[in-house]
């Protein structure tokens, strides 16, 4: 699984994407398996949105070995 971070969250992480070999993640291991890799996203964890292969995915998701996830943060205009 591919996890892509976007914005601030590449600077939390220190990179812009992460491979994890987890065959079958729920949204809260997927959480806790990042929270352990990179504990300062916990700050940001309340306002991202979670998607994967470019849809929003939903709280009961489960993501796969081939999956992309992205992690979107709030994103302001002008």
Known sequence: ???L????L?????CDAIELPDPALNVEQLW???????PALAAHRAQVRLARNWEYAAPGAVFNR???VALIPPVSGG
């Open 66 to 68: 081939d999956d992309e």
């Open 32 to 38: 806790a398996e990042l929270l352990g890799k990179f």
């Open 10 to 14: 590449k600077d939390v992480t220190g």
């Open 5 to 8: 971070f976007f914005a601030q």
């Open 1 to 3: 699984m591919r996890v």
